[in-house]
């Protein structure tokens, strides 16, 4: 048994290094005191918002991913399967930070459920604590490089 959750483990893990775009696109955030840059992968289809951060031991600092969605609604993420704590940035179609929230690893099932407080379109995770360090705010406005 345990041999088959291992082999489910390395399949899963493959599908999931091969579905994440690997495109160096950036996230500009502005503070109103400086601009701050994010190298993101960008998950825009189901497959990849499904997998998002799982199983990853680290993120590169100034690094993360950015969830893109067809519609603008409240969003709700879990951190199951997910190694490191998070910061979730939730962004209206605007471009404008509208929430963020604190996640930390699923340690039990079922695991919490993150939900923005207001409508958004795009979610940005980057490591925990990142919007703390860079005095980043509800209200702050976002810039997609690509």
Known sequence: ??????????????????SCK???????????????KVNVEIADDNNERMI?????????ENSGMLFVFDDEVNQTFW??????????????????????????????DPCRLYKSSKP??????????FTIENKIKIDDKITLNQ
Do not use: H
């Open 1 to 18: 048994m345990k041999k088959i959750y291992v082999i489910s483990c390395v399949i899963f893990i493959i599908i999931f290094l091969t």
């Open 120 to 129: 958004a379109k795009y979610v940005l995770e980057v490591n925990g604590n």
């Open 79 to 108: 951190m199951k399967n997910t190694m490191i704590s998070l910061d979730m940035i939730f962004i209206s179609k605007d471009m404008k930070i509208v929430d963020i929230k604190y996640a930390t690893p699923c340690e039990e």
């Open 52 to 60: 998002g951060l799982m199983f990853r031991e680290n993120l590169d």
């Open 22 to 36: 690997q495109i160096s696109n950036q996230v500009l955030i502005d503070n109103r005191k400086q601009l701050i």
